[in-house]
């Protein structure tokens, strides 16, 4: 049978995008919160987006040659375990500098996963409509976690803390 008809082959693939856009939305809701008891205004929310953002596209270039050089798996279950480390950051207590970092290192060992998944779905036997269906699912996977990762940090989300939403993100990379 094709790979058409059997979708769940990759469930790990789109378990970890799902994550990943999960891992970045989770602690969302309590962030600016977070950012104004760290004695900052609403821009300190914007700017940390922003870091998050850059990030990746700093970090994308580097964990595709990663990807070339060792198994993307490893690459992968390395950015997986390196949300988890940024996540627990995001639960010390709140400082510009500390959420700066926490946000930075979540970005960076996002763009292992978010380079790691399609090139492992995509290598010299996927052709064509394969290839396509591949692909649509790891980015469906990761659209409902994105939908959904502040949705499960709003419900974990207690006070200013960012302690148990980031545990609830970790949770699901784990």
């Known amino acids: 049978m094709s790979d058409h008809a059997h979708p769940v082959r990759d469930v790990p ?19 600016p919160e977070a950012v104004s008891q760290a004695g900052l205004g609403p821009a300190g929310t914007g700017q940390l987006m ?3 953002g850059a ?48 946000r930075a290192v979540l970005g960076i060992f996002a763009a292992a996963v978010l380079v790691g998944l399609p090139m ?4 010299p ?5 394969l290839r396509e269906h591949r ?9 409902i976690g994105g939908l959904f990762g502040p949705a499960v940090g709003g419900l ?11 545990a609830a993100g970790a949770a699901v990379l784990i």
């Open 135 to 143: 692909l649509s699912r790891i980015s469906r996977a990761a659209i």
């Open 156 to 166: 974990a989300s207690t006070g200013p803390s960012l302690a148990n939403a980031a």
């Open 125 to 129: 036997e996927c052709e064509g409509s």
């Open 120 to 123: 492992q779905v995509t290598g």
């Open 55 to 102: 990030a990746v596209v700093i970090a994308a270039p580097l964990c595709g040659r990663a990807c070339r050089r060792w198994p993307i798996t490893r690459v992968v279950q390395i950015g997986l375990l390196g949300q988890v480390l940024a996540l627990a950051l995001h639960a010390l207590p709140p400082g510009m500098l500390t959420l700066t970092v926490a």
């Open 13 to 31: 693939i789109r378990a970890a995008a799902l994550a990943t856009a999960l891992a970045y939305g989770v602690t969302l809701p309590g962030l």
């Open 50 to 52: 922003a870091v998050y």
